[in-house]
């Protein structure tokens, strides 16, 4: 069974970080492609971050310079981290990987920022 539990969201206000964390287990993640996406009220998913098996990255333009993706392959562990916080920000944050061609993802964890 592949599992993905998301922690480190909550309340911020603008201009304040956050860092995001998942942790893994039923992978073998030192291989996985790890990514992070999310979704605002009202509007759809959508992809923020991904760090590969190297350790390549990459991020949505809105976000490029102000969040970090990161991994620990000894905790089977991802993280986000989120600098210069924005209202626009504000969203549920979901950890996802695909392995054996299935979409697994977390039960994702809430960021707001308060302007």
């Known amino acids: 069974q592949v599992y993905l539990v998301e922690s480190g969201g909550g309340l911020v206000q603008a201009g304040e970080s956050l860092r995001l964390s998942c942790r893994t287990s039923?992978?073998?993640?030192?291989?996985?492609?790890m990514n992070w996406y999310r979704q605002a009220p009202g509007k759809q998913r959508e992809f923020v971050a991904a760090?590969?098996?190297?350790?390549?990255?990459n991020y949505t333009h809105s976000v490029k310079g102000r969040f970090t993706i990161s991994r620990n392959n000894a905790w089977n562990t991802v993280f986000l981290r989120m600098d210069s916080l924005e209202p626009e920000d504000t969203a549920d944050y979901y950890c996802?990987?695909?392995?054996?061609?299935?979409?697994?993802w977390g039960r994702g964890t809430q960021v707001t920022v308060s302007s």
């Open positions: 039923g992978i073998n993640f030192k291989i996985a492609r």
């Open positions: 996802q990987t695909t392995w054996k061609s299935i979409d697994c």
């Open positions: 760090i590969t098996s190297d350790g390549s990255t």
